[in-house]
Nanobody, 123 residues
């Protein structure tokens, strides 16, 4: 089992920045590819970004490419999502997820999920 706890969400004006963190516990963190997903009200959960076990590979949704950056610190068992140039359409609950093995981006590919952190971007 892997436990994931997100933090860093909040209210920010359009154009601003936030950094989300996800602290993992329970298993060897470096065995897991990590991802960030989000779910806006009335919409399905969608992929945002993912990173391989040792950080060498990353993938981004087209909607956030060039604005968001995913990174990880395996010594701290933590994955981050730096979000810049935020837009009102980025408003959602952001979820951290872990996958045992190689990097994938499909929601159904991830085994463990955090409870989510709310990000609200005002116009």
């Amino acid at each position: 089992q892997v436990q994931l706890v997100e933090s860093g969400g909040g209210l920010v004006q359009a154009g601003g920045s936030l950094r989300l963190s996800c602290a993992a516990s329970g298993r060897t963190f470096s065995n897991y590819a990590m991802g960030w997903f989000r779910q806006a009200p009335g919409k399905e959960r969608e992929f945002v970004a993912a990173i391989s076990c040792h950080g060498g590979n990353t993938y981004y949704a087209d909607s956030v490419k060039g604005r968001f950056a995913i990174s990880r610190d395996n010594a701290k068992n933590t994955v981050y999502l730096q979000m810049n140039s935020l837009k009102p359409e980025d408003t959602a609950v952001y979820y951290c997820a872990a996958r045992d093995g190689v990097l994938r981006v499909g929601l159904e590919e991830f085994d463990y999920w955090g409870q989510g952190t709310q990000v609200t971007v005002s116009s």
